[in-house]
C-alpha cells in the first residue's frame, strides 16, 4: 500500500515509517545541515575583514530575514506563526539570530581562530542533547550519554590543545554562543515536529525583522565598512547559508531524527570546519586533526546507534 504523509509535520514523515529509518534520514539531513555551518566560522573570519563583529553578528539575519519573507509570500504561507507559538520563537531568535551570530562574531574579532572557535562546535552536541533532555522530553540511553561526553572531551581537548587553552573573554564569549545556539537548536527541533523546518526558520526571521533592519542600519553607520571582495563573500555566506539555506536540512533532521541524537552529528562539525580553514585560511592540519577527526567519528557512530 502506497504511504501516505503529513502535512503538518517538520518533515514529511511516511506514515508507517520504521523509526530506525526515519531516525537514519533524520541524521542524514542533519549532517547536510551541519556540512552547511561548518563553514560560519571561516566565512565569518573573512567577513570580519570588512565589517564590524556587531554588524555581521546582526546584519546578516536582515538578508537571511527579507530571503525567508520572499519564500513565504512565494509558497503563500503566513507571515507569523500562531500566536500560541510566539514563546518558542522568541527563544529561537534570542538563540541563533541574535546570540550565536553577535557572541561568536565577538570572539572572533577578539583574536580568537577559527579553529579554537570549534570549541562551541565540539561542545555544541552535548549541550543541546542536555537542553533536549530538560525541554524536549527526550530520554536517550545511558551508552548515548557516554559516547556524548566522549566526543565533547576528545573536541574540547582538539580544540584547545590548538588554541592554548587559555580562559580568556573570547572563550566567555564562545560560551555564550554554545549556550544561546543549544536553546535555539532544541527549540526549532521541537517547532519543526509540527511545523516544516524551512518555516520555522523564516518566522524567527521575519519576527526579528523589526530589529534586526534598524540595528543593522544604525551600525552600518557608525562602525567602519570596508566591503573588500573576501569579506563580502563571507558576509553572504553567513547570510544565506548559515542563517537561512542550512537550517532547512538541520530542523527537520532534529524533527525526524530526534534532538538528541541527531543533534549529535555535528560532533563532526570542528573537523569539517578545521579542513575549511585549512584550505581557506591557510591553517595548519597536522597529525593531531587527523586522530581528532578519527575519534570524534567513532563517537558519532556510537551515538547513532544508542536509540532514544
Known amino acids: 500500500m502506497r504511504n501516505k504523509s503529513s502535512a503538518t509535520a517538520g518533515v514529511t514523515i511516511a506514515i508507517g515509517e520504521p523509526p530506525d529509518r526515519a531516525a537514519w534520514r533524520g541524521t542524514a539531513l542533519a549532517a547536510l545541515g551541519v556540512l552547511a555551518f561548518s563553514g560560519t566560522l571561516p566565512a565569518t573570519g573573512f567577513a570580519l575583514r570588512g565589517f564590524d563583529p556587531y554588524l555581521v553578528g546582526v546584519g546578516r539575519a536582515v538578508g537571511a530575514g527579507l530571503i525567508a519573507l520572499a519564500c513565504l509570500l512565494a509558497r503563500r504561507e503566513p507571515l507569523l506563526p500562531p500566536r500560541r507559538d510566539l514563546p518558542g520563537y522568541a527563544v529561537i531568535a534570542a538563540g541563533i539570530v541574535f546570540g550565536f551570530p553577535i557572541f561568536s562574531a565577538l570572539a572572533l574579532g577578539l583574536g580568537a581562530s577559527s579553529s579554537h572557535g570549534a570549541v562551541v562546535i565540539g561542545l555544541l552536541p552535548a549541550t543541546t542533547a542536555a537542553v533536549a533532555f530538560l525541554r524536549a522530553g527526550e530520554r536517550p540511553r545511558l551508552r548515548f550519554w557516554i559516547a556524548c561526553g566522549a566526543g565533547a572531551v576528545v573536541v574540547t581537548a582538539f580544540a584547545l590543545y590548538g588554541g592554548g587553552g587559555h580562559i580568556t573573554l573570547a572563550d566567555l564569549l ?35 525583522l523589526p530589529l534586526t533592519i534598524p540595528l543593522t542600519a544604525v551600525l552600518a553607520a557608525v562602525t567602519e565598512v570596508r566591503p573588500g571582495g573576501a569579506a563580502l563573500a563571507g558576509f553572504a555566506y553567513v547570510t544565506v547559508v548559515s542563517m537561512f539555506l542550512g537550517f532547512i536540512p538541520w530542523y527537520a533532521g532534529l524533527a525526524a531524527g530526534g534532538i538528541a541524537r541527531a543533534g549529535q552529528v555535528q560532533l563532526i562539525q570542528p573537523s569539517l570546519t578545521l579542513v ?13 586533526t587527523v586522530a581528532g577527526a578519527l575519534a570524534v567519528l567513532a563517537c558519532v557512530a556510537i551515538t547513532q546507534h544508542s536509540r532514544a
Open 174 to 208: 564562545l560560551l555564550a554562543a554554545l549556550l544561546a545556539a543549544a536553546a535555539g537548536y532544541t527549540e526549532g527541533g521541537r517547532m519543526s515536529r509540527r511545523t516544516p523546518g524551512w518555516r520555522v526558520i523564516s518566522y524567527a526571521l521575519v519576527l526579528s
Open 276 to 288: 575549511w580553514s585549512w584550505w581557506l585560511l591557510a591553517e595548519p592540519v597536522g597529525v593531531v
